[in-house]
């Protein structure tokens, strides 16, 4: 939001361009209408009561002198803030639909779903979407999508078409392709093929329309192998069987730049597309041993001519621990200027073994005693030929 203010005033909450109030409550007293708080949005600055609150970042934000960093996950949730000595500040856990569970009781600020404002103001517990308001318990906005007419099979109030799991809604307006380069960028003025300029293809207002038109916006089906071998735990011992379960996680995501400090003309906000990143998650399931089972992977994508190779390895703050399991994770970060509606996704691959650290040194989960090569991971997403 930019050039705009929000009053509060007793027990009347509103907003306009000018600064006004608009009811929400019937009007109190006159002794009770008395301006409580002014909130001023002016860029990425924002302002209370007159007074600088907070500066918006490109992943964060800077308040009373200290710079902050907001780690966000695939949808832009935020989901931890940290300081500059990286000591978490707040963290936050969320229902589907956006409503806040398990939150840190450190609030230190209000962006929260989707990296939308959380208005708490009065109990209004309300979603500044910029394009309208959104209520997360119901859960839907409390006006119509401006948008409403390009989606008439779907209700005006409905968020993310009734899946917020896989859509998310930046503020409800588009992104637009170059004819010329393929370059994507996003016009604020632009809610339709017939409002886009000249030069330029209409692409959508979310992050997956992006995905569709690189023709990127796949869903990948998880892929299970159980491997049954034989470990030496011990040099005494000799070998164990073990049944080693690996699930192997795929998903696509565009990896989008909002910041208001670089905002333009018809992109205010600062909306920007940077490439996009293939998620790989493997996840390491295995039957109790003595000494700790660790896989040794990597990952192989192949996009147009290009391929990239990433190692597997443990997330710095996993989302949860349990034991005789390992998770891995990596990351493939294919930049804008690569990424073309000419290319194609031709393969995703997960290959790498097992093995165990003993006082002996290095022990790898093999066939068998009789027959000791190495069991090896191989699982691969092979994608299909795009119909011309």
Known sequence: MSGYDITYTGMIAGLNGNGGSIPLDPPMPHDAERVVMTRDYCGAYTYRNGAVE??????????????????????????????RNRNIVEHNEYYPYGGLINASDSQLQ??????????????????????????????????????????????????????????????????????????????DNVTSSKQTPIGYKYIGKSDNDILSMLYLNINFSNIVS?????IAQDINV??????????????????????ATKGRKNNINGNYFNGVIINIIENTVHTPIVE???????????????????????????????????????????????????????????????????????????????????????????IKKRKP
């Open 238 to 259: 000799g070998f164990n069987m073990a049944n080693i379960k690996e699930e192997s996680i795929a998903f696509i995501t565009a990896d989008i730049t909002r910041d």
């Open 226 to 230: 159980n491997n049954i071998g034989y």
């Open 110 to 187: 209000p962006y929260k779903y989707s990296s939308k404002e959380l208005d708490r103001e009065n109990g209004l517990d309300l979603y500044d979407s910029q394009a309208r308001w959104y209520d997360p318990m119901f859960p839907q906005t409390t006006t119509q999508d401006p948008l409403a007419e390009k989606y008439q099979s779907i209700s005006p109030y409905t968020w993310c078409s009734g899946n917020p799991v896989k859509y998310f809604d930046p503020n409800g307006l588009d992104w637009v392709m170059s004819n010329k380069d393929q370059s994507i960028k996003w016009f």
């Open 54 to 83: 907070r500066i918006l970042m490109g992943n964060g934000f800077i308040q009373d002198s200290v710079y902050y960093v907001q780690i966000k996950d695939y949808q832009g949730n935020v989901r931890t803030v940290i300081d």
């Open 292 to 382: 700790t089972l660790h896989s040794a992977s990597e990952v192989e994508v192949s996009y147009g001519h290009n391929l990239y190779q990433r190692t597997l390895r443990k997330p710095l703050h996993p989302y949860f621990t349990m034991t005789n399991t390992e998770s891995k994770e990596a990351s493939v970060f294919i930049p804008a200027k690569d990424s073309s509606i000419n290319k194609k996704l031709n393969y995703i691959r997960v290959k790498g073994n097992w093995s165990i650290e003993t006082g002996h040194g290095s022990t790898m989960f093999i066939h068998h005693p009789f027959f000791p090569l190495a069991k090896k991971i191989n699982h691969s997403w092979i």
